[in-house]
């Protein structure tokens, strides 16, 4: 059975005995039932992954004792930003749940037209703060060494201009039947080529779908306007979809 995961910034190649912050400690000792000697794994976000067996534990602390470095786990080799529109709900959680998982480097929350009159506040501290929680839990569950980086959210034409600058693959979703002639499509399966992006920026509007003149600034931007096939699909399973198409195209799992 594989060992669980705990997620520790601090770590370094040099750690011997590391106190878990109060979320983690609490994730180990109510919530998996860890004891004064079992084996675990801790990781930085950044790539180090040690093995550690828990030293002390009380209702306030958890100290565990640092043991041999992990062999690196297996990254994305392509640098992948996904931004995508601001959904209704918590729909977005779910966004940041299955990027991580599926390798993104980073994720960005857009602002669109259509994005139900989100407004950037200082609420928007505590949405990145929660996204950034279930990015933790998500990279704890898949085994990967790397968090994404959360952004916050972005207005389109900041992100489009941003991207722009030095991605080598640049691709905007559209919905297949929303702009059936005014605009031509590929279907993502067709975009397969002898050689795969260092780096990559895949664009996913809202649920009311990109307006024209946001096309037109990402075409502008040398993005591809690309479909997903023939069926409209639900806003959040978008993201997923696409990244898991794109990594198996270019053999990055």
Known sequence: MPLHRF???TLSRHSKDELLSPEEAQ????????????????????????????????DNAVIVSIGETVSETKESKVIINIGVALLTGRKFDVVVRDATMLGASVITPLLTS?????????????LVERWQHIAVAS???????????????????????DQSRSVEQKILLLEPNRYPLKYKTTQLQHLASPSTPRT????????????????EL???????????????LRSETVPTIALSVLRFMWSDF
Do not use: M
Request: hydrophobic content about 25%; some cysteine; charged content about 25%.
């Open 7 to 9: 997620y520790l910034p």
């Open 200 to 215: 990559a920026s895949i664009a996913i509007g809202p649920e009311g779908g990109w307006t024209d003149e946001e096309i």
């Open 218 to 232: 990402a075409k502008n931007g040398s993005y591809l306007p690309v479909t997903l096939g023939t069926n409209t």
């Open 114 to 126: 259509r994005s139900r009159s989100f407004k950037i506040s200082g609420d928007n501290n505590k």
């Open 27 to 58: 994730h180990l000792t109510r919530v998996l039932r860890l004891k004064t000697g079992d084996n675990i794994r801790i990781f930085d976000g950044c790539g180090l992954e040690r093995e550690a067996t828990v030293k002390h534990t009380n």
């Open 139 to 161: 990279t704890k569950q898949c085994g990967r060494s790397y968090l994404p980086v959360i952004s916050p959210p972005t207005h389109f034409s900041r992100y489009v201009e």
